[in-house]
């Protein structure tokens, strides 16, 4: 399988080049371009420059706002309520958290959500801005139904992440980004290509039942909560989906539920709900830090089950991605993805294209 080694800051610049060729702002462009970046730079490949041409066709198709910038509605010294105005989700993301960190400084939390956004790449982007405050960072979206709730048949959830950031001692952190949902939808595709089965938790057919076919899932099935069926705790994963659309659709009057426009669809905007937490660890118990730190070494010292596998904590095998980037001097890509988005680019008359002349074994 061949890969080609692309340095960051190529990615970043093709990225803007391409979102500024449909009409994109320079400074927009740039903010999609550094999620999209740090998504593959943490080995969240689904959610970074695999994920562009969306962003193209939504700007060029006008579906998704290009002019203006995030307008706060209503506020009081820790929350705010946000018209992301249908502009990109990472610009909206970025204005959110700000506002977050900002009246945590002040008052030792923000809380801010957003109605009126889009797909904001990956959640953990918006968490670990918090860390550089040594805060704590929270970030939640809603999205596409895609997720049947324990003992249903239809779709009417979304993957809806979550993401917690909280720093530890000497640059150290937790790092949870996960989705609510067993496994993300394109880990269901990549199996149906391959004509391969999939474990028995992932997903159901469209009358509800457990399925190990991935077509099943995918003509008129879903995907399954966290935790798989009822059986094996599948209603945790359910009842953390729906706090999600707590704190993001219902909280700012955002669309919803099967209310959300289905996944690939740009007939309509998407007007996704976000949730945007940050809480300076200052205003509580002293010695935050140090704690974390403790925490996190409790686990990571803990005789493994597998000596080849060690303990890690949440954000440990991302760090351990971004080591190896760091050490290759770029970012491993498919070579199908880089052709991909380089006939994206020719489309729209970008040059230069993504450079191909790197090419690693997998």
């Known amino acids: 399988m061949s890969r080609c080694l692309i340095s960051q800051a190529e990615v970043q610049s093709f990225i803007e080049r391409c979102m500024i060729a449909v009409g994109t702002k320079p400074h927009h462009a740039r903010s999609l371009a550094e999620v999209l970046v740090e998504g593959d730079r943490r080995g969240h490949y689904s959610h970074g420059l695999n994920r562009m041409d969306m962003y193209v066709k939504d700007i060029k198709t006008g579906i998704c706002a290009k002019d203006g910038e995030p307008v706060i509605e209503k506020e009081s010294a820790a929350t705010a309520l946000v018209d992301g105005k249908n502009l990109l989700g990472p610009v909206v993301g970025n204005f959110c958290m700000d506002l977050a960190i900002k009246k945590a400084k002040e ?78 939808l ?20 469209p009358q509800g039942k457990l399925t190990t076919d991935p077509g099943r899932v995918l003509k008129g099935g879903g995907l399954l909560p966290i935790g798989g069926s009822e059986a094996t705790g599948g209603y945790k994963g359910y009842g953390l989906g729906m706090m999600v659309e707590v704190f993001c659709g219902i909280l700012a009057g955002a669309e919803y539920s099967r209310n959300v426009r289905k996944w690939k669809e740009t007939n309509r905007v998407a007007n996704l709900g976000q949730c945007f937490v940050a809480i300076n660890p200052e205003n509580f118990a002293p010695g935050f830090s140090d704690r ?49 988005m380089n006939e994206c680019a020719k489309e729209n008359c970008v040059s230069p294209l993504l450079p191909c002349d790197k090419l690693i074994s997998n």
Not at 186 to 203: A, T
């Open 292 to 340: 974390m730190s403790d925490l996190l070494s409790i686990q990571r010292g803990l005789d493994p089950s597998d000596p080849d596998s060690p303990v890690l904590a949440a954000g440990d095998p991302e760090r351990a991605n971004m080591a190896k980037c760091e050490a290759m001097g770029g970012i491993s890509y498919h070579l199908n993805v880089v052709n991909f």
């Open 186 to 205: 394109g880990k269901i595709e990549l199996h149906d290509r391959r004509g391969d089965s999939i474990p028995e938790g992932w997903g159901c057919d």
């Open 107 to 184: 008052v030792g939390i923000g809380w801010v959500v957003a109605h009126g956004s889009n797909h904001y790449g990956i959640a953990g982007y918006y968490a670990m801005q918090a860390l550089k405050e040594n805060m704590i960072g929270m970030s939640f979206t809603n999205t596409s139904p895609l997720v049947v709730p324990t003992r249903g048949k239809e779709c009417t959830l979304g993957t809806n992440p979550i993401s917690v950031a909280a720093p530890a001692k000497h640059g150290d952190s937790f790092v949870l980004d996960m989705a609510t949902s067993a496994v993300a």
